[in-house]
């Protein structure tokens, strides 16, 4: 069973930075997409950037030019390095998976547990 572990969440002050990673551990699946989602407090759950194993990206017009998601396919791994926070960036950060297992004919979609990030004023 696929599961991904996100860290690096927490506290800092607005304009500051924050990197969160989420890690696929294991073998024997493939990865077909990556994400970063978010849910801030009393809103709904929503897209804040994607990547494919085919390099392109996708990010909400509320953070282009301030967010970079990145991956490292040899771990598995997807971050998101956020610059320039706002206090409208707190929410709980999801990392999300499009996961291929062989033999099967579905892509799965997987969720990471979150991870808090709150920026202060």
């Known amino acids: 069973q696929v599961q991904l572990v996100e860290s690096g969440g927490g506290l800092v002050q607005a304009g500051g930075s924050l990197r969160v990673s989420c890690a696929a551990p294991?073998?024997?699946?493939?990865?077909?997409?990556m994400g970063w989602y978010r849910q801030g407090p009393g809103k709904q759950r929503e897209m804040v950037a994607t990547?494919?194993?085919?390099?392109?990206?996708n990010y909400a017009d509320s953070v282009k030019g301030r967010f970079t998601i990145s991956t490292d396919t040899a771990k598995n791994t997807v971050y998101l390095q956020m610059n320039s926070l706002k206090p409208e960036d707190t929410a709980v950060y999801f990392c999300?998976?499009?996961?291929?297992?062989?033999?099967?004919?579905?892509?799965?979609?997987?969720w990471g547990q979150g991870t808090q990030v709150t920026v202060s004023s």
């Open positions: 990547t494919t194993t085919g390099g392109s990206t």
């Open positions: 999300n998976a499009g996961v291929l297992v062989p033999g099967d004919e579905v892509v799965y979609d997987i």
């Open positions: 294991g073998s024997g699946f493939f990865i077909r997409t």
